[in-house]
Structures are given as C-alpha cells and as structure tokens.
C-alpha cells in the first residue's frame, strides 16, 4: 500500500475517531498494516484531506552498508 501524508494533527484526531493509539494510526497511514481498521483508517484520512504518495514503497528491505 502506498503512504498517506495527513495535516499536522489529523493523526491524533484520527486515533480519538477510531479509538486507538497513533502508533496503530501511523502504521495504517504507512501501509505497514493491512487489517480492517487500517483500510477505514486510511479511507478516512483520504477523506479529511490526506494526500496519498502514488511511488511504490518497499518496507523491511535490509540495506547493506558496506561489502565485505
């Protein structure tokens, strides 16, 4: 899932909606979490505002500071 971008404060407004943490909001909004919290999270965020990155992310990939 591609990354959501919300206003300054719209997250804690979004973890009082739902009723969780910003922790949970914040992996939603990042498209760690693929859940049926995660999906109104996000389609409420799209609808208060939030603009959506369209470039293809890729989380837990390892980076290799230097070769050996």
Same mark, same amino acid.
């Given at each position: 899932?591609?990354?959501?971008? @919300?206003?300054?404060?719209?997250?804690?407004? =979004?973890?009082?909606?739902?009723?969780?943490?910003?922790?949970? @909001?914040? =992996?939603? =909004?990042?498209?760690?979490?693929?859940?049926? =919290?995660?999906?109104?999270?996000?389609?409420?965020?799209?609808?208060?505002?939030?603009?959506?990155?369209?470039?293809? @992310?890729?989380?837990?990939?390892?980076?290799?500071?230097?070769?050996?």
């Amino acid at each position: 899932m591609n990354e959501i971008f @919300v206003k300054y404060g719209m997250s804690s407004r =979004l973890a009082k909606e739902f009723d969780c943490t910003i922790q949970t @909001v914040r =992996l939603a =909004l990042r498209g760690a979490v693929n859940s049926e =919290l995660s999906h109104r999270i996000r389609k409420k965020a799209l609808k208060w505002g939030g603009l959506e990155d369209k470039r293809k @992310v890729v989380y837990n990939v390892p980076i290799r500071t230097r070769n050996k």
